[in-house]
């Protein structure tokens, strides 16, 4: 049986990674076997800059923090090495890091993932990995916005140029058609 000092520490740790389940928007769960120290310091940095949290967790705490979070589900791969990366704000940056590290690393696998407090399969994490980031989706739907609210500037203006009246205007389109 344990001591009371590392069951606490095992509580603590459990109660941090559920804390941690429950305030993030989306994370992964990867098996990290086979990464080297280079490759790993260079993959948190990347995670740390994109806003995910990534750390290696023990299986049966892990398991215990998902039971604690409510996604269950997560308990079923929980098998060898297992590391978890987690994303308070961005529900795409996880999971693209992660995948584009997988596809070049053979032995460095997805295992399984969650969005919005649902257990995602390695199908949709890799869905997700293929989303443009946040800041991409803002600016098309800002350059949609701006098309649209400079099409009808140039209708004010065209109508502003034709000094405003709406019978010179139904005037030139029936001298066009007339023209036709």
């Known amino acids: 049986m344990p001591s009371q000092k590392v069951l606490e520490q ?54 215990r923090a998902a039971e604690e979070a409510g996604l269950d589900d997560l308990k079923a791969v929980l098998e060898g090495t297992t590391a978890l990366a987690t994303s308070a704000e961005d529900h795409t940056a996880a999971a693209r890091i992660l995948s584009k590290y997988a596809d070049k690393n053979e032995k460095f696998v997805i295992k399984s993932g969650y969005v919005d407090g649902k257990v995602v399969g390695v199908d949709t994490v890799a869905a ?12 098309t739907v800002c350059n949609a916005l701006n098309a649209t609210v400079a099409g009808f500037a140039r209708a004010v203006q065209a109508i502003a140029d034709n000094g405003g009246a709406e019978e010179s205007i139904a005037k030139k389109n029936a001298e066009a058609t007339a023209e036709a």
Request: aromatic share 4%; hydrophobic share 45%.
């Open 128 to 139: 997700l990995a293929k989303l443009p980031t946040r800041d991409v989706l803002l600016a």
């Open 10 to 63: 095992k509580q603590a740790v459990v109660a941090a990674v559920s804390d941690r389940l429950k305030n993030s928007v989306a994370g992964v769960v990867v098996s990290y076997e086979g990464i080297n120290v280079a490759d790993d310091t260079q993959l948190r940095k990347e995670l740390r800059e994109a806003g995910v949290q990534y750390t290696v967790v023990k299986n049966t705490l892990l398991g």
